[in-house]
């Protein structure tokens, strides 16, 4: 918390043998060490990403790219299904899926149906 990171791992290791320190004295020797090597440590920054599978008219397909790239999205595997319907998967930040939704569902006037996700 201090240095602001989150989901972050540090392990401080302590070969014995030389001065006891305490319980007090351990936590301030290994926090101490831990907030050094935490200062210093490359960090990366972690934008939680939403996926979404959708199929809809190949005429609204233009639509699609356009929002798609409005809201920062990536499209990937884009096939055509028996009835010529577009299929793609947009992957964009968590904090725009919703959006991006609305948005598809409103461009095509509920002519998309999105797909679920059948991994587990």
Known sequence: KGEGLSDTICIVVRYSGGIKLGAGGLIRAYGGTGRLVLRTAPTEIHIPKSTIRLSTRAANSGAIYSLAAKYGGVT?????????????????????????????????????????????
């Open 76 to 120: 990937s595997g884009e096939t055509y299904n028996d009835r010529g319907e577009l299929e793609v998967s947009i992957t964009c930040d968590e904090e725009n899926g919703d959006r991006l939704k609305q948005g598809i569902v409103d461009a095509t006037r509920g002519g998309v149906m999105f797909i679920q996700d059948k991994s587990p």
